[in-house]
């Protein structure tokens, strides 16, 4: 039988689910960051870039109609007290740049490679203690993803 305080994959699909539904819906950094283990948390992006979740945030509010849909997901134990797993996997994201007509060609579409350190809090909840993306690759048809402002 499984220890009770092991985290699950259920578990973390539903704490990815909170996080990506708020990425999506502009919600505030202060809130988003009750989903991390540190309130000053960081976003690691492929090219070694580690930014806020205020430019997280700021990076986003430039789609609209943004979906993103879990791909395969493996955790791995790292440690017991306090409970945490590595989840490496991929989400699938799409988005439209804002003001743009709804078309294939502003329609940005991309496999994403997550790497993240998860913990069990004393209160049982989830949280990221490491958001780390691996990758981004834009599928055939996206249109090209704009970084800067």
């Known amino acids: ?12 699909l539903a704490l990815a689910d909170v996080w990506f539904r708020g990425v999506a819906s502009d919600e505030s950094p202060i809130t988003l960051s009750r989903l991390f283990s540190d309130s000053e948390a960081r976003i690691h992006a492929p090219d070694g870039t580690a930014f806020s979740l205020e430019y997280h945030r700021l990076l986003h509010r430039r789609w609209t109609d943004e979906s993103h849909q879990m791909g395969d997901f ?9 409970w945490r797993v590595q989840a490496l996997g991929t989400v699938y994201w799409q ?3 804002r003001g743009n007509p709804a078309s294939d060609c502003s329609v940005i579409k991309a496999v994403v490679g997550e790497e ?5 809090r ?3 909840t ?3 203690v490491l958001y780390l993306t691996r990758f981004f ?4 048809g996206s249109a ?3 970084l800067d402002s």
């Open 122 to 124: 004393a209160d049982g």
């Open 95 to 97: 988005a439209r740049y």
């Open 126 to 128: 989830l949280c990221f």
């Open 144 to 146: 090209p993803i704009r």
């Open 137 to 140: 690759h834009l599928l055939p």
């Open 74 to 82: 493996k955790l791995t134990t790292l440690c017991a007290n306090p």
């Open 116 to 120: 993240w350190v998860i913990e069990r």
């Open 1 to 12: 039988m499984s220890d009770p305080h092991c985290i699950t994959l259920e578990e973390v």
